[in-house]
């Protein structure tokens, strides 16, 4: 049977007493629980680490011997853990077996820092990043790393600027050197280069992906797919790239096409970043494949439904019907209509364009009014889903309001209890900009010049 966790040492001290595992070993008259052999080296890593009382009382009249796990063993042994530490990105967990073996297991969680301790925030950070030079000076600030084809070739192998001196050639090396990098303490979220493919092709595609960055740290990202499918993909790579279907307009097999695609992964043990959600009607078939992680996009939702809302106010103050063949074109091009739409009736142009901010909860004072309406409609059903270990990641954001306004609805009263089950993710320079402030510059000023004067 599995013990109740350690609680961290905060419990501990309000407690004001504490102990530890190795409370419970022999005393000078031989009462008490022996060490397994010849496991002591890795049993002596958590021997000293602080325990509830709770937890102690619990164990010290069952158990006999101590001992870890085979992944515990795994663990310490993959990642060449310094001696006397358990890594982070893992909680330490007491299996009780028969005839009293008390076994300690290590639980990949990424809310923990090394030897069992909660990270310093319920609250997780992550980074959109294949660029192993600005991973590394925000490597031990984030939990998980997330690349995308795009990210990878686009923004790092294929920029002179980034791929300095044109070093890394291959994703598998970029990879690596990002594993490398980040240690044991961060999930990995890779995603397939064709999701389209032949099921098995992405199986093993995702089974190399294993091998190099290990069981514990890859997630692998399904993307909703939509009508999109093997034979039409093309449509979106020639000529014009608009796709002849509307987005609601598919076969069921290919709409839902993703949600298998990560129930096949999750039979073979990966963990699924489920991405490409958008609109809070997504979130609970989402659920449905079980993912990790799933995300909220912010940024082009938010503009476009700025972009539409204009429009819409355009027309009532000027009663032209311009801007509403505006708005169509708008929806052609940003495909919420498909190209055979242009000549769709005008008044039914106003009309989708009021359902969708009507939807979304543009308007001032309403939930949508700062672009977070998902979010929290997210939160919302995650609290109530019956998967404990799924976080959301908050993703797609740009400006001076968007990291703000995360930050500020995060401590609304509503969701106090979900702080632990949020990721915020940003490119790691837009990250940055928010650890300063116009007075950082100016106290640097007075102390620098302080300090000039007292050489």
Do not use: W
Not at 2 to 21: A, F, I, M, W, Y
Not at 255 to 274: C, D, Q, S, T, Y
Not at 351 to 367: D, F
């Amino acid at each position: 049977m599995k013990v109740t966790p350690n609680q961290g040492r905060e419990q501990l001290l309000d407690e004001g007493v504490r102990t530890s595992l190795g409370a419970l070993l022999s005393d000078t008259k031989g009462e008490g629980a022996t060490l397994v052999t010849p496991e002591e080296k890795y049993v002596k890593r958590v021997l000293d680490l602080p325990i509830t009382l709770a937890l102690y009382d619990d164990l010290r009249y069952v158990t006999k011997a101590i001992g870890v796990t085979k992944n515990f063993r795994e663990v310490i042994d993959y990642f060449k853990v310094p001696a006397n530490e358990t890594p982070q990105g893992f909680r330490i967990e007491y299996v009780l077996e028969r005839d009293g073996l008390l076994r300690v297991d290590l639980v990949r969680d990424i809310g923990y820092d090394e030897n069992g301790q909660k990270r310093p925030t319920n609250l997780l950070f992550s980074a959109d990043s294949a660029n192993p030079y600005e991973v590394g000076a925000i490597s031990n600030l984030i939990v998980n790393l997330t690349c995308n084809p795009g990210i990878i070739y686009d923004l790092f192998i294929n920029n002179p600027k980034a791929n300095v001196g044109a070093k890394f050639k291959t994703r598998d090396e970029v990879m690596g050197e990002i594993g490398r990098i980040l240690g044991p303490g961060a999930d990995i979220s890779v995603e397939l280069n064709n999701p389209f493919d032949d099921v098995q092709k992405c199986l093993e595609e995702a089974e190399k992906f294993r091998e190099m960055l290990s069981p514990y740290r890859v997630v692998i990202k399904v993307p909703h797919t939509g009508p999109v499918n093997m034979q039409n993909m093309g449509e979106l790579l020639e000529g014009d790239k608009l796709f002849k279907r509307r987005f609601d307009d598919g076969r069921t097999a290919d709409m839902v096409h993703g949600h298998n695609l990560a129930l096949k992964l999750r039979e073979h043990g990966f963990r699924i970043n489920f991405t490409l959600m958008f609109e809070p009607f997504q979130t609970a078939l989402a659920l449905q494949a079980k993912p990790y992680f799933i995300n909220s996009f912010i940024r082009h939702r938010q503009i476009q439904s700025a972009a539409i809302r204009q429009y819409l106010d355009m027309y009532r103050l000027s009663d032209d019907k311009k801007v509403l063949a505006d708005l169509r074109k708008f929806f052609v091009e940003k495909d919420y209509l498909p190209p055979s739409a242009a000549d769709m009736d005008l008044f039914d142009v106003k009309k989708m364009g009021e359902r969708i901010v009507t939807y979304r909860q543009v308007e001032e004072g309403l939930e949508g009014d700062d672009g977070l309406d998902a979010v929290r409609h997210n939160l919302r059903v995650l609290r109530n889903c019956n998967l404990p270990d799924t976080r959301l990641i908050i993703c797609s954001m740009e400006g001076e309001t968007m990291y703000p306004a995360i930050d500020s609805m995060l401590t609304e009263d509503e969701f106090v209890d979900m702080i632990d089950r949020v990721v915020i993710t940003a490119e790691p320079e837009y990250l940055a900009r928010f650890t300063s402030t116009n007075q950082v510059v100016s106290y640097q000023r007075r102390f620098l010049n302080a300090a000039k004067g007292a050489v």
